[in-house]
């Protein structure tokens, strides 16, 4: 078998990391991962994607708190918040036709697709991150915070910087249950049941917040009731999915 290069090395060793050094992240590192996120695949070109770096310790800790709190933001070196934009296009052309459900699945998707560049860039400079959802528990006040204009929403942050301690590898979902041939088919139950023990297992014995629980009771925590109740309101309110 072909030895691994070194891009898919780095994509295939990712781990949140949440802990991090004082040292700062050199500008000219952060300059070349402001290129990368401008370098992602765009929808038809269209470019929707805006990055505000969070350099204010006092906005940055406010955000923090908003997200959770998760203290681990406020910490960071480095705290980007991406967002999707439609602003910028609808400014050029006065009279774009915006609203449309379509232009909200590309803005996340592109927005999406910006990250992860950067994450895959920074993890491959020895740096570690750890993106950051939790944005959305407060997205009325980030977005007042943050002073955005119509047909512009905070989709995630992510924070980044030096590792002070790399969490361990999360086992992943086998490919057998991911990865289809042709159509769809349904996940083997014993696959899966197999794949939750050793989620069981790994968060019993990691070194950082170890737990006693497997991989269906957290994805149960999640999907077994409604979160974020406010977000079409909120997404509708933008300009977002109205049509």
């Not at 203290?71 to 934009?85: G, K, N, Q």
Request: aromatic share 8%; net charge neutral; with cysteine.
């Amino acid at each position: 078998m072909q030895a691994l290069n070194a891009t898919i090395q780095t994509l295939t060793a990712h781990s949140s990391v949440r802990d991090f050094t004082d040292e700062p992240v050199d500008e000219k590192i952060i300059e070349q991962l402001l290129e990368v996120a401008r370098s992602a695949s765009s929808t038809c070109f269209l470019q929707v994607t805006t990055i505000i770096r969070i350099t204010d310790k006092e906005l940055k800790a406010r955000l923090a708190e908003l997200c959770g709190p998760q203290p681990h933001i406020a910490r960071a070196p480095e705290f980007w918040v991406f967002c999707a934009d439609l602003h910028r296009n609808m400014e050029l052309l006065g009279k774009a036709d915006t609203g449309w459900m379509e232009q909200l699945v590309y803005g996340c998707t592109d927005t999406a697709i910006a990250a992860q560049n950067v994450f895959a860039a920074l993890e491959s400079l020895g740096l570690g991150g750890v993106y950051a959802g939790g944005l959305r528990n407060g997205i009325e006040q980030v977005d007042k915070l943050l002073k955005l204009p119509q047909l512009v929403f905070p989709v995630f942050g992510l924070a980044f910087g030096h590792p002070a301690t790399r969490n361990e590898q999360k086992p992943r979902l086998p490919l057998s249950v991911t990865v289809c041939e042709n159509a769809y088919a349904e996940p083997d139950h014993e696959v899966i049941e197999a794949y939750d023990n050793r989620m069981r297992s790994y968060y019993a014995n990691r070194s950082v917040n170890p737990k006693n629980r497997g991989w269906i009771d957290d994805i149960g925590r999640i999907l077994l009731s409604e979160r974020r109740k406010f977000m079409r309101q909120y997404l509708n309110a933008k300009g977002f999915g109205i049509k």
